[in-house]
């Protein structure tokens, strides 16, 4: 599957550019790296879990986002964007549709 | 009501008397009976949930316990709950059942799931075969539970007389009826058996298992953060509006509100951790984890049966340590009892998120991961010399998967609810007399807190925390955190005035040798009173303490010096 290959090289991009911002957040785009490439030798089964592992990191990302910009609201602070290359997951969304049994 | 383990019996529970009874995708969620009334036409029924067994042998507690109910108590009828997807394997208790001579009503609950499977039971075949009345359930769905009221009611039949002399005759009897009443179809991979095979994979399998836990400590930690927020600066509001001249304001605000709200602000932080474990419990995914855990659970002399205990320890070492009640092998049991108070439970994460938002800004969460690793790490390690040293021998176990279901908020609600709950009751009992305790001692017989009883005490045991830099306010939280985990952060609050005030007191070297401290030191009241009740033994509970607070001063001790070099 070139696919899973594909999103096997974006993760790992998403990865190393997470390292210096959080190096756990990190790990968990290698892993779901690691799962779809591990698609690529045994199957879909792999892709959509791995799409399932990103869109449910996404989620907590886009979560983690939205309660550091009401942090800011209550406790009068500027809110400072940051970015965080989990959020990029979502990405994988229309993956678990189209593989979905 | 016996069967299986994780057939869906509390659920039915729940469905038959309206209760409110914690419902789990997890074999081995009830250890204990559980008992709920109904009334049916004007009848009152009583149904006792027994504990999930595989057989009547009883070669574990809760199977003695259930065991032991059907023999001594004589139930009117037995209401034997069965999996429909696994007919074959719960028709073994079925037949041991009907050898009681006793009236049975059999329930094949999870229709749906087994039709989904492909698997289509003929319940009027096996309700000729076995001389007992089948009625087909989905128990957290409600169907079929009026039909089973009507079946109740009519109080079910003893069946058809079974004489069989030994397991493999059981097995064949099972065997024989399920190829009389199963049908099976094709049906194309499920999403559930898509992701086992990922899930179980034995390269990634364990990868992914650390990436949930990461994100469920980031849901712990930075989602809940703007719930924590509002309720301190709510606090610090009520606090500042009263004056606390008179010694009565005193006590409200520096003593009860300010002690049991340091506790409180936490409650979103318990609440969210407790949200992310049911999700990942309800969802089956759990017991995949206790699979792929179960070959590292192995090399430190446990089995993936302890996994059921050590996760639930991140909730509450109490009813984790009951947990091991499902351990069939008592040697292992009884390490995983010992070895239980070293996981961080949700009374020890106030301690971590005080000190971890205080001293190491912006890695916060890597910080708190980082604390329940080490009381894995520990834990495991501990498990192993215990093994090695003092309870030799081998140990393996048998479990099978839940399906996988997608939570329902209603069931995810009730755990988290069910588990925050005895949270807020130890914040308006124990914690709140603490408050009281803590007050008096730090205002008498001197207001200056330094020559108070808190004072006196705390600089008269500091010396032996001397290595690690602590000063006696800390020591007097942890003298108080013996009680309850949550009361040294509540110490600090009516020691220091506010808990943010540590940072003026000890480093971020000092600080993180402190929650190692916290972590490992001892077992709570409560904790300590389970250890005692579930080996039975003065001895083991010393060992308990003891232990604790030998492996607690070192590795402390060790974390301040590595953490001196680092920050």
């Known amino acids: 599957m070139k696919l899973s290959i594909a999103m096997f090289f974006l993760f790992i991009f998403l990865g190393i550019a997470e390292i210096s911002i959080n190096p756990v957040n990190a790990f968990v785009l290698f892993v779901i790296a690691l799962v779809y490439f591990r698609g690529h030798q045994k199957g879909k089964s792999y892709v959509y879990t791995a799409s399932l592992i990103a869109v449910v990191f996404a989620i907590i990302s886009i979560l983690a986002l939205i309660a550091s910009y009401i942090d800011c609201m209550i406790l009068n602070e500027t809110y400072e964007w940051e970015l965080e290359f989990g959020l990029a997951g979502i990405i994988a969304l229309p993956l678990l549709w189209k593989i979905k049994p | 009501m016996v069967g299986n383990p994780n057939v869906g019996k509390t659920a039915l529970l729940n469905a038959l008397t309206g209760g409110d009874f914690i419902v789990g995708n997890f074999p081995g969620t009830t250890v204990e009976k559980k008992i709920g009334k109904s009334k049916i036409n004007g009848r009152v029924i009583e149904f006792v949930d027994l504990p999930g067994i595989y057989s009547l042998q009883a070669y574990s507690l809760d199977e003695k316990i259930a065991r032991d109910y059907i023999i001594n108590e004589n139930p009117d009828l037995i209401l034997n709950v069965l999996d429909t997807s696994n007919l074959e394997r719960n028709l073994y208790l079925t037949i041991q059942l009907l050898e009681f001579r006793k009236p049975i009503i059999l329930v094949l609950n999870l229709v749906d799931e087994a039709k989904n499977k492909g698997i289509i039971v003929d319940s009027k075949k096996l309700e000729e075969i076995l001389g007992i009345p089948v009625v087909e359930t989905v128990a957290v769905e409600g169907v079929g539970i009026e039909e089973l009221k009507k079946r109740i009611l009519e109080g079910g039949k003893i069946g058809i007389s079974v004489h069989a002399e030994n397991v493999e005759k059981r097995i064949e009897i099972a065997e024989k009826i399920t190829k009389k009443v199963v049908e099976k179809k094709k049906v194309a991979k499920s999403v559930g058996d898509m992701l086992d095979e990922v899930f179980t994979d034995r390269y990634v399998g364990v990868l992914i298992f650390f990436s949930f836990m990461w994100m469920a400590f980031r849901f712990t930690y930075d989602v809940a953060s703007p719930l924590v927020n509002i309720i301190d600066i709510s606090i610090s509001r009520v606090v500042e509006s009263i004056s606390g001249e008179t010694l009565i304001e005193s006590l409200i605000a520096g003593g009860i509100i300010t002690g049991v709200g340091s506790v409180l602000i936490f409650v979103p932080n318990i609440a969210f951790l407790f949200v992310a474990l049911s999700i990942l419990e309800l969802s089956g995914y759990m017991a995949r984890a206790v699979f792929i855990m179960d070959k590292t659970m192995e090399r430190f002399g446990l089995n993936g049966r302890a996994v059921v205990p050590l996760i639930m320890g991140f909730g509450c070492n109490v009813p984790a340590i009951m947990a091991t009640r499902t351990i069939e092998d008592k040697k292992t049991r009884l390490v995983t009892v010992l070895v239980n108070p070293f996981i961080s439970c949700s009374a020890r994460l106030p301690i971590y998120v005080l000190f971890a938002g205080a001293f190491f800004t912006g890695i916060e969460s890597v910080v708190i991961m980082f604390m329940y690793l080490l009381g894995i790490i520990l834990a495991l390690f501990s498990a192993l010399m215990l093994r090695k040293f003092v309870f030799k021998g081998e140990t393996a176990f048998i479990m099978e998967f839940p399906p996988y279901r997608i939570p329902k908020l209603k069931d995810v609600w009730r755990l988290t609810w069910g588990r925050t709950k005895h949270f807020l009751q130890k914040a308006g009992t124990v914690i709140l007399v603490m408050s009281i305790v803590i007050w008096y001692l730090t205002n008498f017989p001197e207001s200056e807190i330094q020559n108070s009883y808190a004072g006196v005490i705390g600089k008269s045991i500091q010396p032996i925390f001397t290595p690690m830099g602590w000063g006696w306010e800390l020591t007097i939280a942890l003298i108080m955190g013996f009680i309850a985990k949550e009361v040294v952060v509540e110490s600090l609050g009516i020691v220091l005035g506010n808990t943010m005030n540590i940072v003026n007191i000890i480093t971020p070297a000092q600080a993180l040798g402190f929650m190692v401290f916290t972590l490992l030191y001892m ?41 001196g070099v680092v920050f």
């Open chain 2, 523 to 563: 077992p709570c009241l409560a904790t300590l009173a389970a250890i005692r009740a579930e080996t039975g033994s003065w001895r083991w509970t010393a060992f308990a303490v003891v232990y604790g607070l030998i492996v607690a001063y070192f590795v402390a001790y060790l974390i301040t010096l590595l953490g």
